[in-house]
Structure formats: C-alpha cells, structure tokens
C-alpha cells in the first residue's frame, strides 16, 4: 500500500493543489482550508450553493495563498486585524478578515457579497468530541483535518458509473493505492509515511460530490452521488471515504510513501 497523491485546499470550497510533499502541523495538513468563504450573516459559502467555485484556482507562493478569480484577476491573500466570529457548520469561531480585494472579486464572481476570513493560530476549533476524546483542534475543514480516499473503491464506484469521475470529486488529502475496494471499512488506525493517523469514522458524502470540478456545475443526474446511494447508504448517509486526524505532531508525507494498516475492526 502507498501513497498515490496528496491534496491541499487553502481555501474551504476552491480548487485544491495537488501536492508531491504534504507538511503536517496542528490543525492537520498545513495551509489547508484555514482560509474561508462567508456571506453577510457571517455563515460560510461553499460549493453546496455557488458550485462555480471550483473554478476559482488556488495557489501557494513562498507560503502565501494566492487566488485566481476568472474575470477578475490575482490576488495574495494577506489577513488584516480585523477579527470576525463566523460559522462553519455548528461552530462560531474567531476569524480575521482578508485584507481588501479579494473579496470584492470573489463577491463579482458569486454575485453575492461575500468576505475572506483566516483562522489565526490563536482561535481553537475543535474536532468533533463526538467521535475524538482528545481535545484536538481542526481549521475551516467540515469536521476533520484529513479526508482518506482508497483508489480501488474509487475504481469500483466508476465501474458502476456511465461517465467515470476522478478523485477530485471527493475532495480527499490522501489517496492510498494497493487495498481492496472498500478495505478502508474496517481501518482504525494507519501508519503513513511513518506517521500515525487515527481513522474515527467514513466519511457522509453530499451534493458537492455532484460539481463537476473542471467546469463548476453539478451534474443534472446527482452523480456519482445518485449511485453511491444505492450501495453506500447507512443510517448516518451515503459513505465514501474516511475521516482522519494524525497524532498532532510536525512532520512531512509523500507521494509514494508506505502505508501500512495498525488497527482494523
């Protein structure tokens, strides 16, 4: 079993970058989804409303976020001291709004007023306590600072597909190549690259599964979200991938690294 890619998204609901090399810190795989998207009540934006999102392109640059706006232009994303409380999902937290200009671009594009908001260092989100004892922390990702994918089961659900989708329908960190479809069922905990990651429950999928990510609209059939659910379905949704966090500490992944399976049902 091996790593076969990695993914980062700067900012909640744009495009992602794959990456060779994936830096871990606290809140997860640095620079991911520590910057977001919110409206005028404060309640964040994603692919789920404005599917043109994804075509909204990020970028890093010797540590910066960069975003590139079609019709509009580039722009760095630098936090101003400007604190705001925003939501994602059920939580409020403390953020700090970008500094003009990207946000009146991103507003054009969505024809919504919309703001940029960062996740300082300083504001504390926590994992779900729900399925984490530990008081781990996560930033403006849905619920988790990691999303495993497992190819093969990839593989197996466009088999079932008229049109195959990619992997980047499902927004995952990791892809892992070499288990069985559906192997990932039964994981609890993982060593990758010689790092431990916990794997506390499969991940419920939604309509942003339906946005095709190069042209930024949903299919008009709901898939792959349609198929999924006539054999993924569970009292808790229709599942595919898992929810990951890692032991917390620094460190770097790989493209190509090992992984090997340390606890499974």
């Known amino acids: 079993m091996r790593v076969r890619s990695l993914y980062i998204y700067p900012v909640k609901s744009l495009r992602g970058?794959?990456?060779?090399?994936?830096?871990?810190?606290g809140f997860?795989?640095?620079d991911d989804r520590r910057w977001m998207i919110v409206d005028r009540e404060n309640q964040f934006v994603t692919q789920r409303t404005h599917p043109q999102l994804a075509n909204v392109g990020t970028e890093l640059i010797d540590g910066q976020v960069w975003i590139d706006v079609p019709?509009?232009?580039r722009y760095p994303l630098s936090a101003g001291p400007?604190?705001?409380s925003v939501r994602v999902w059920?939580?409020?937290v403390k953020g700090r709004l970008a500094e003009p200009g990207p946000a009146a671009a991103v507003s054009a594009f969505c024809g919504q007023s919309v703001e940029l908001v960062y996740m300082p260092e300083s504001t504390f989100r926590r994992v779900d306590s729900g399925?984490?004892?530990d008081r781990r922390r996560v930033g403006f990702a849905d619920g988790f600072p990691f999303l495993i994918v497992n190819q093969a089961s990839l593989d197996d659900l466009n088999g079932r597909l008229q049109v195959a989708v990619d992997e980047r329908r499902f927004r995952p960190n990791i892809v892992i190549d070499g288990p069985e479809p559906w192997a990932e069922d039964v994981w609890r905990s993982l060593d990758i690259g010689k790092r431990s990651f916990s794997l506390p429950k499969p991940c419920s999928r939604c309509v942003m599964t339906t946005v095709d990510p190069d042209r930024g609209v949903?299919?008009?059939?709901?898939e792959p979200l349609r198929t999924l659910g006539r054999f993924r379905r569970t009292a808790d949704g229709v599942m595919f991938g898992v929810n990951a966090l890692h032991d917390g500490k620094p460190g770097v992944i790989r493209v190509g690294d090992a992984v090997e399976i340390l606890e499974q049902e």
């Not at 970058?17 to 830096?23: L, N, Y």
């Not at 949903?218 to 709901?222: F, N, Q």
């Open 131 to 133: 399925w984490v004892m």
């Open 82 to 84: 400007t604190e705001r």
């Open 90 to 92: 059920r939580d409020w």
């Open 28 to 30: 997860g795989p640095a």
């Open 71 to 73: 019709g509009q232009a």
């Open 218 to 222: 949903k299919a008009p059939d709901s």
């Open 17 to 25: 970058i794959a990456v060779q090399e994936m830096a871990l810190d």
